[in-house]
């Protein structure tokens, strides 16, 4: 089976969807499963570099719609090699550009005098389809831009795929709530895997603490993930606080709440201005300046450092389809602290595998509450069944396999 996948950009620093392809790409390779990718990346980046697989990058892509001229013209040319094609997100023109190519394929065919076999095609929306970005107060503008987008095109892009791929159960069932027509031919879950972290070196605790030499010989709380409102870093940074003053101004807490742990908040974005205004909070502070620390975006040994070296992780988004970075956590055998908006929250609660709370103020609270008041015996255990949650729910080997079942019966 050869599959091409279509997906605005490859740069890490963009979020889940690429890093998910990285993730399950090498293991659909070893289980015969031919992948390529074309994206609209400038094919000079150095990250494209560092895969081993197909990518082809047609350039960067201009505007807000992310346009790309040649992208119709290169699947054009390319279809008929492919089996399956899959569209990674939504909203943007790469999705448009599959439609008119295939069209353009299709009477390229007939014109020739050909059979018309065409691959078939499937949309992963990431999450996209959640109601979060319909109904959240602050998208108001946003929402009816993407309800007109739905009406003229991306309906039609989701309603006659083959079938739209999810990620998890609640995914799914959340997706059919913001628009209509909503009548995909399949709703598929075929899961989302995470590769196995490499086991932990030293090298990976000395490439951490060259980013965040601040924590050294401390233990520390980590969040990794983009600096962005929607991930609820100002409650996380605002509960914080809320712990350290209680912390020191009640003397009758139990002995293992008398240390607060630092808090790392890593990931890129810290140059925007929601970045700027949540390092701001800090600076303006004089209890966090030495407790929350802001080391930038982590790769390679550096990140896995901070999860190995870390006692917990934590997420109080207000939506997250998956969280690539939660399940990493897992892996390494961290328990994780995360709202209820966290798509896979249900798969790690019936595993006792981390805190689930509102993605609230009060809830953020009540997560860092929860965990600092957890007895030592309790955390060794929920950290021992993160690892177990990972392997039974999250490991890429069976989500590979999963996906090929799934797969191969629509085709």
């Given at each position: 089976?050869?599959?091409?996948?279509?997906?605005?950009?490859?740069?890490?620093?963009?979020?889940g969807?690429?890093?998910g392809i990285?993730?399950i790409?090498?293991e659909?390779?070893?289980?015969?499963?031919?992948?390529?990718?074309?994206?609209?990346?400038?094919?000079?980046?150095?990250?494209?570099?560092?895969?081993?697989?197909?990518?082809?990058?047609?350039?960067?892509?201009?505007?807000?719609?992310?346009?790309?001229?040649?992208?119709?013209?290169?699947?054009?040319?390319n279809?008929?090699?492919f089996?399956?094609?899959?569209?990674h997100?939504?909203w943007?023109?790469?999705?448009?550009g599959?439609?008119?190519?295939?069209?353009?394929y299709?009477?390229?065919?007939?014109?020739q005098?050909?059979?018309?076999?065409?691959?078939?095609?499937?949309?992963?929306?990431?999450?996209m389809?959640?109601?979060?970005?319909?109904?959240?107060p602050?998208?108001?503008?946003?929402?009816?831009?993407?309800?007109?987008?739905w009406?003229?095109?991306e309906?039609k892009l989701i309603?006659?795929?083959?079938?739209?791929?999810?990620?998890?159960?609640?995914?799914?069932?959340?997706?059919?709530i913001p628009?209509?027509p909503?009548?995909?031919?399949?709703?598929l879950?075929?899961?989302?895997?995470v590769?196995?972290?490499p086991?932990?070196?030293?090298?990976?605790?000395?490439?951490?603490?060259e980013?965040?030499?601040?924590?050294?010989?401390?233990s520390?709380?980590?969040f990794?993930?983009?600096?962005?409102?929607k991930?609820?870093?100002?409650l996380l940074?605002?509960?914080?606080?809320k712990?350290?003053?209680k912390?020191?101004?009640?003397?009758?807490?139990?002995?293992?709440?008398?240390?607060?742990?630092?808090l790392?908040i890593?990931?890129?974005?810290?140059?925007?201005e929601?970045?700027?205004?949540?390092?701001?909070?800090?600076v303006?502070?004089?209890?966090?300046?030495?407790?929350v620390l802001?080391?930038?975006m982590?790769s390679?040994?550096?990140?896995?450092?901070?999860?190995?070296?870390?006692e917990?992780?934590?997420?109080?988004?207000?939506?997250?389809?998956?969280?690539?970075?939660v399940?990493?956590?897992?892996?390494?055998?961290?328990?994780?602290?995360?709202?209820?908006?966290?798509?896979?929250?249900?798969?790690?609660?019936d595993?006792n595998?981390?805190?689930?709370s509102?993605?609230?103020?009060?809830g953020?609270?009540k997560?860092?509450?929860?965990?600092l008041?957890t007895?030592?015996?309790?955390?060794?255990?929920?950290?021992?069944?993160?690892?177990?949650?990972?392997?039974?729910?999250?490991?890429v080997?069976?989500?590979?396999?999963?996906?090929?079942?799934?797969?191969?019966?629509?085709?």
């Amino acid at each position: 089976m050869r599959v091409l996948r279509i997906i605005p950009v490859m740069n890490p620093s963009s979020g889940g969807p690429c890093q998910g392809i990285r993730n399950i790409v090498p293991e659909l390779e070893k289980l015969g499963i031919h992948n390529e990718v074309v994206c609209l990346d400038d094919p000079r980046e150095e990250f494209l570099k560092k895969d081993n697989f197909s990518i082809t990058a047609l350039g960067p892509a201009k505007g807000p719609w992310a346009f790309n001229a040649n992208l119709v013209p290169w699947l054009q040319e390319n279809l008929g090699r492919f089996d399956v094609v899959i569209i990674h997100a939504l909203w943007l023109y790469h999705g448009y550009g599959f439609m008119k190519a295939l069209k353009l394929y299709k009477k390229q065919l007939a014109d020739q005098g050909k059979d018309i076999v065409i691959p078939r095609y499937f949309v992963m929306p990431h999450g996209m389809l959640d109601p979060y970005f319909q109904y959240a107060p602050e998208r108001k503008i946003k929402a009816i831009r993407n309800w007109i987008y739905w009406k003229l095109i991306e309906r039609k892009l989701i309603n006659n795929a083959d079938g739209v791929l999810f990620t998890c159960m609640s995914e799914l069932l959340l997706a059919r709530i913001p628009f209509r027509p909503y009548h995909p031919r399949k709703e598929l879950n075929i899961g989302y895997g995470v590769q196995s972290p490499p086991p932990f070196a030293n090298s990976m605790a000395e490439s951490f603490m060259e980013k965040c030499p601040q924590v050294k010989n401390h233990s520390f709380i980590l969040f990794l993930s983009r600096i962005h409102d929607k991930k609820g870093v100002d409650l996380l940074i605002n509960a914080y606080l809320k712990i350290h003053e209680k912390s020191q101004a009640d003397k009758n807490l139990p002995p293992n709440r008398q240390s607060v742990p630092k808090l790392v908040i890593a990931g890129p974005g810290l140059e925007t201005e929601y970045g700027k205004r949540m390092q701001q909070l800090v600076v303006n502070d004089e209890k966090l300046r030495d407790s929350v620390l802001f080391p930038g975006m982590l790769s390679g040994d550096a990140k896995w450092g901070a999860f190995y070296l870390s006692e917990a992780f934590i997420l109080p988004s207000h939506q997250e389809n998956f969280g690539i970075a939660v399940v990493e956590s897992l892996a390494c055998g961290k328990p994780v602290l995360i709202s209820n908006k966290v798509n896979i929250w249900q798969e790690i609660s019936d595993l006792n595998a981390g805190i689930i709370s509102d993605d609230t103020l009060e809830g953020t609270i009540k997560l860092l509450e929860n965990y600092l008041l957890t007895t030592k015996e309790k955390k060794i255990e929920m950290g021992k069944q993160a690892r177990l949650t990972y392997k039974k729910k999250f490991d890429v080997v069976e989500m590979a396999q999963q996906w090929v079942n799934v797969i191969s019966q629509v085709i």
